[in-house]
T-cell receptor
Framework: DAGVTQSPTHLIKTRGQQVTLRCSPI?????VSWYQQVLGQGPQFIFQ???????GRGNFPDRFSARQFPNYSSELNVNALLLGDSALYLC??????????????FGPGTRLLVL | KNQVEQSPQSLIILEGKNCTLQ??????????LRWYKQDTGRGPVSLTI?????NTKSNGRYTATLDADTKQSSLHITASQLSDSASYIC?????????????FGRGTQLTVWP
């Protein structure tokens, strides 16, 4: 079975540009979460989506937005990129929402570099 | 403030040796604690998950312990292998929180030398 997939794997943008990152969850998983991992730090929670609805949002500015599609795949959009947005963006999927013992499965991430 | 602190920040050991990584947390109320292994440039992979009532859990050469009273956890790796070189991240879930609201430590960067 395919794991969580993300695209693209790497991306270079300049300040002020906009970027869209994509994630496909494991088949049968309905919840997708997005994390930002700056070099040398642990992942920081950005969003969680379940059944196409936003279920949680971390402490990120409105420049960050996301959505989930009927097939449970998801997109993360970041507008007006700043140098500080350079990071590894991780997507994680799980079967359901709200069950704290359930394991999240992470994708390989998209490495974004903002110049 | 809910925090997860890991130590040491980095560790170098020789192949075949054992090591122990530490995690202290202040997340409350506590639901569960996970250890993840993250290879460079890859997403984290779950090693163990422990709830309040569990104090030891093993996954092959990885053994995690949890002391919910002192809010401490450790990950012990026995007979280390070169492939164990990675970042090990401690993640604590808050009871009542949504699945996505997990508290991550900064990780311990383990390097195993031949």
């Amino acid at each position: 079975d395919a794991g969580v997939t993300q695209s693209p794997t790497h991306l270079i943008k300049t300040r002020g540009q906009q970027v869209t990152l994509r994630c496909s969850p494991i088949s049968g998983h309905k919840s997708v979460s997005w994390y930002q991992q700056v070099l040398g730090q642990g992942p920081q929670f950005i969003f969680q989506y379940y059944e196409k609805e936003e279920r949680g949002r971390g402490n990120f500015p409105d420049r960050f937005s996301a959505r989930q599609f009927p097939n449970y795949s998801s997109e993360l959009n970041v507008n007006a990129l700043l140098l500080g947005d350079s990071a590894l963006y991780l997507c994680a999927s799980s079967r359901s929402y709200g069950r704290a013992n359930e394991t999240q499965y992470f994708g390989p991430g998209t490495r974004l570099l903002v110049l | 403030k809910n925090q997860v602190e890991q130590s040491p920040q980095s560790l170098i050991i020789l192949e075949g040796k054992n090591c122990t990584l530490q995690c202290n947390y202040t997340v409350s109320p506590f639901s569960n604690l996970r250890w993840y292994k993250q290879d460079t440039g890859r997403g984290p992979v779950s090693l163990t998950i422990m709830t309040f009532s569990e104090n030891t859990k093993s996954n092959g050469r990885y053994t995690a312990t949890l002391d919910a009273d002192t809010k401490q956890s450790s990950l012990h790796i026995t007979a280390s292998q070169l492939s164990d070189s990675a970042s090990y991240i401690c993640v604590v879930s808050q009871k009542g929180s949504t699945l996505g609201r997990l508290y991550f430590g900064r990780g311990t960067q383990l390097t195993v030398w031949p």
